[in-house]
Each structure stands twice: as C-alpha cells, then as structure tokens.
C-alpha cells in the first residue's frame, strides 16, 4: 500500500516557465514533508522541507505548499531552469515511535522525473 | 568537507557470494541509513542504526545484514540469501533532532554476473 503517491512519473516543462510537481498522501500520522533531487548516478540531495503547521514554505526558486485536508503538497519551481531537469522524490515523515517506514518513519515516493526543455 | 562517501560505486557479484558496500560519515551524525532503489521505485529502507553497536531492521532486509562499530561507519552486506540484489544502494546520515533532513552519499550499483 503506497502511503506516499506521486502520480506523474514524468513532467515536461519549458525553460522559465513554473514546474508543479505533486504529491498525495494516505497517512493522517505524517507530520513533516520533505522534497529531495536526484541527478543520475547520485544520492538525493535534500530541497526543502514543510511542517505539517504550515501551509507554505518558500526558498528562493522553490515553493512548497502543504493542504492538510486534502492529504496533498505540490512542489513549485518558478522559473524553471535547465539544472533542474532531475527525479524529485517526495517524503514524507511521521512522529518519532510511530513505524510506519523507517528510523524517523521516512517514506519515499516513487518520484517525478522533471524535464526542462529549453 | 563534510559529507557520506560510499564506495565503491560500481560493484559485480557472483551468484552465491557475499558483498559489502562500504559508508563512511565526517558529519558526526549519529543516525545512519541504508536504502536501496530499483528503476521507477522510491527508496526502501533495508537496515537503521541510530547509534553505535545497535541497528535495526528496515522494511526490506531480507537477504542483508549490516554493523556499527563505529560512529562514521555503517557498511552493509549483501549475502546470497539477497535473490535480487541488483539495485543501487543509497546511504544515509541524520543528526539527533527530529525533522533533520537526511544526507545521502552518491550511491553504489551492485549487479550479478
């Protein structure tokens, strides 16, 4: 049972134009958010994160918006730039104890491979 | 500077025969991961080590088994009890608060000859 679900395995969006990636999750114990980059044939570098008591979380380029009711977070990338064309994982995190996946209850997407076409 | 070196990055096993995946950590964090990738899939947790000489099971860690002797340290072998071994294996590494986000090293891909 997918607790983390990224439904666009694949985006294709044009140089300087906004990239939306979303995310969907099943899980009301999930409290904090990350989103993390990956190039081919490296680990995944983290980008930003959101706690479950905000709705938005801003960083430079990178936008994070959080809607609770909606179990749902997208990821906006304004403007897009030909260095982001990578795979974003979406993660989410539960309450330290709960087992729901991993040490502090990490569960991974399956990832957006994002494509800036220029 | 500071960051988790894997190594090596590329790896060829024989059937029937055990591997280890080498991480090392200069971040003096305490928690450390092994995570494996196969193509189109998210990360799957095999093996967590919040603290030396103590590690626990993931959701995947059939087939592997890991030690932490030391605090910058957490290989990770791939027995031939591992049916599928061929993946790419990420390590990991957090401090102490919650929420902190997890460091990754750059990855080994281990495939069966």
């Known amino acids: 049972d997918q607790q983390v679900k990224q439904n666009s395995p694949s985006l294709s969006v044009q140089e300087g134009r906004i990239s939306i990636l979303n995310c969907d999750y099943t899980?009301?114990?999930?409290?904090?958010f990350l989103w993390y980059k990956k190039y081919p044939a490296e680990g995944p570098t983290f980008l930003i994160s959101?706690?479950?008591?905000?709705d938005k979380n801003e960083d430079g380029r990178f936008t994070v918006f959080l809607n609770k009711s909606a179990k749902h977070l997208s990821l906006h990338i304004v403007p897009s730039q030909p260095g982001d064309s990578a795979v974003y994982f979406c993660?989410?995190?539960?309450?330290?104890?709960?087992?729901?996946?991993?040490?502090?209850?990490?569960?991974f997407g399956k990832g957006t491979h994002l494509i800036i076409q220029p | 500077d500071g960051g988790i070196t894997q190594s090596p990055k590329y790896l060829f096993r024989k059937e029937g025969q055990n591997v280890t995946l080498s991480c090392e950590q200069n971040?003096?964090?305490?928690?450390m991961y092994w995570y494996r990738q196969d193509p189109g899939q998210g990360l799957r947790l095999i093996y967590y080590?919040?603290?030396?000489?103590?590690?626990q099971k993931g959701d995947i860690a059939e087939g592997y088994s890991v030690s932490r002797e030391k605090k910058e340290s957490f290989p990770l072998t791939v027995t031939s009890a591992q049916k599928n071994p061929t993946a790419f294996y990420l390590c990991?590494?957090?401090?102490?608060?919650?929420?902190?986000?997890?460091?990754f090293g750059d990855g080994t891909r281990l495939s069966i000859l």
């Open positions: 080590s919040q603290i030396v000489n103590d590690f």
């Open positions: 971040l003096n964090h305490d928690a």
């Open positions: 990991a590494s957090t401090g102490t608060s919650y929420n902190q986000p997890q460091h």
């Open positions: 959101i706690s479950s008591i905000k």
């Open positions: 993660v989410a995190s539960a309450k330290v104890g709960y087992s729901g996946g991993g040490a502090d209850g990490l569960t």
């Open positions: 899980n009301s114990m999930f409290d904090y």
